[in-house]
């Protein structure tokens, strides 16, 4: 537990307090709506979550937020699930993302950057034409509000142009990163239904070239839905048979136009990691994203104009998503496409250096890697832009505040951030104005009422908790695809808590106000940030005659690494030799992901499950992390008990 009262790492100076978006936002609220004048972030936080209509009036109001029709209220219900944000009100995320055109039509929009490490840009006035074409093109093809467009496309600057493109006539949003196996993809894509479907012909990583032109002959085989194929040649390939070529379609100097939608008109879909069975397709609104990014990125972030803004990131990740929306400041974003450690392991400082990046984002697991590594990013790079090194992913370990604190800069801002792709942002994290404490995220974000309850639903303070939400926030789910009664949405989030959202994570809200992330509460395995669920791993390795049955689990450790081991089952007569042990990696990396290739593959002597047959995942890691048995698991709920004491005895030996 971190002492009552210790010494900051860091403490923003008086002129970058005086600075910060957010210290303006404060005063012109106060003058404007009632926000406490005096007190600083925390008086500011209060008032955000006490009067939440009139917080989101005014985050609308301070970010010109142009409304097309205006809105009868702020909130018509705030009950959860189904809150009604803006009812009434109409309006195009893709428009505010485009409006820094006008201004610096010839300022760059974009830098993409390849493991060249050499950036290109984009400009505003080009990006804005792209999308005007592109856009014109999506109408041309009969693709109307409301219709999923898809896309198998790495982190580069078409895949952007697409985004918007969508969001400009009112489509949805959906992508997944060309390292998902097609499996994976199916099983998300397949769900939704897309009209369209962008493709690569490949994508470069670590150094090579990685072929997936039959992947998306598969994919374009099992998703019958589709009615036109785009082809960004990446490696240089021809455009297949029936497909059309991404230059045709982008090439006119055409000014776009945006379809005016509802507040609560779906934006995108993004993905859980399907845990227990397909992943959840996640709906998120145009108006709530808009609302919610401008406030995260504009005034936790304090990005603007001037600003760079590289996070390392897929589009198979939430956080690409959230790059993305830093257009909407006017911000200048760095779209990386590549291996985070190619060709070594400061290829991110590299790339933070030569972009010129003032906000540069990461994982903790990367950090901890160059820690271990030896890597000086200080005395090797020009940092000297770089304000701000934001984490997420999974904690930020103590080590590694202080890693970043000496190696990078001792005036430094650490942003360890924490919120999930079920509302793409943060739940708690940066603020420009706080001082930073090691270890520990500086306090909840404006306009979340984020606390720490017990099993009971009190809130604690100083102990370990659920981390809960006990307000709406913009972002939040306005569905769950394929889920026509709600039921897969409510139980995911407010099962434990009625009209409260549990998230999964384990936190400790501090007497200060800051927040502690100890990991996920539930099964999720989250490997560099990038979240797969235990059933996508089962399902491949399964499909091995070898393996009966399987268990993954996914550990934080203390000194910020993740252990995941497999656990295996093998059919009568099978030995875990070197060749299955081959074969098992082979196939999650083929099927799945390069990133979640088990650390120990462990052979058992059977999978504990419930009485109704689902495999116990939860109750294993925590008896993996040292959990008595008896505090682990509820004995009257499982299968077999005796199959316990061998993760029991695991758990003994590593300690």
Partial sequence: MTPANPTPLWQPDADRIARAQITRFQAWAAERHGAPAEGGYPALHRWSVDELDTFWKAVTEWFDVRFSTPYTRVLGDRSMPGAEWFPGATLNYAEHALRASAARPDEPALLAVDETHEPRPVTWAELRRQVGSLAAELRALGVRPGDRVSAYVPNIPQAVVALLATAAVGG??????????ARSVLDRFQQVEPVVLFTVDGYRYGGKEHDRREIVAELRRELPTLRAVVHIPLLGADTPEGALEWSDLTSADTEPVFEQVPFDHPLWVLYSSGTTGLPKAIVQSQGGILIEHLKQIGLHCDLGPEDRFFWYTSTGWMMWNFLVSSLLTGTTIVLYDGSPGHPDTGAQWRIAERTGATLFGTSAAYVMACRKAGVHPG???????????????????????????????????????????????????????????????????????????????????????????????????????????????????????PGVWRHGDWITVTSRGSVVIHGRSDSTLNRQGVRMGSADIYEA???????????????????????????????????????????????????????????????????????????????????LQGTPLEKAVNPGSIDDLDLLHFYEDLARKRA
Avoid at 172 to 181: E, I, L, N, Q, R
Avoid at 430 to 455: F, H, K, M, N, R
Wanted: aromatic content about 8%.
């Fill in 379 to 497: 005395r090797d790079h020009d940092l000297s832009r770089v304000q701000c090194v934001a984490t997420t992913g999974s904690p930020l370990p103590p080590d590694g505040f202080s890693w970043l604190h000496d190696e990078v800069r001792d005036d430094l801002w650490i942003a360890s951030v924490s919120g999930g792709t079920d509302v793409c942002s943060c739940f708690a994290g940066a603020v420009p104005t706080l001082p930073v404490y090691i270890g520990e995220l500086q306090a909840p974000c404006l306009g979340t009422d984020l606390q720490s309850w017990d099993p009971g639903g009190r809130p604690v303070v100083g102990e370990v908790g659920e981390l809960v939400v006990t307000n709406p926030m913009p972002s939040m789910p306005i569905r769950f695809w394929n889920d026509p009664d709600g039921s897969r949405y409510h139980d995911s989030y407010f099962d434990m808590y």
């Fill in 172 to 181: 949805v949003w959906t992508s997944c990163a060309p390292d998902f196996g």
């Fill in 541 to 623: 390795v399964e499909r091995l005659p070898e393996v009966k049955e399987s268990l993954v689990i996914g550990i934080e450790q203390p000194d910020g690494g993740y252990w995941m081991p497999l656990f295996v089952h093998l059919a009568p007569g099978a030995a875990l030799d070197e060749d299955l042990v081959h074969r098992i990696k082979q196939t999650i990396r083929e099927q799945l992901s390069p990133r979640h290739l088990p650390d120990e593959i462990i052979e058992v002597p059977g999978i504990p499950h419930t009485l109704t047959g689902k495999r116990i995942e939860v109750p294993v890691k925590r008896l």
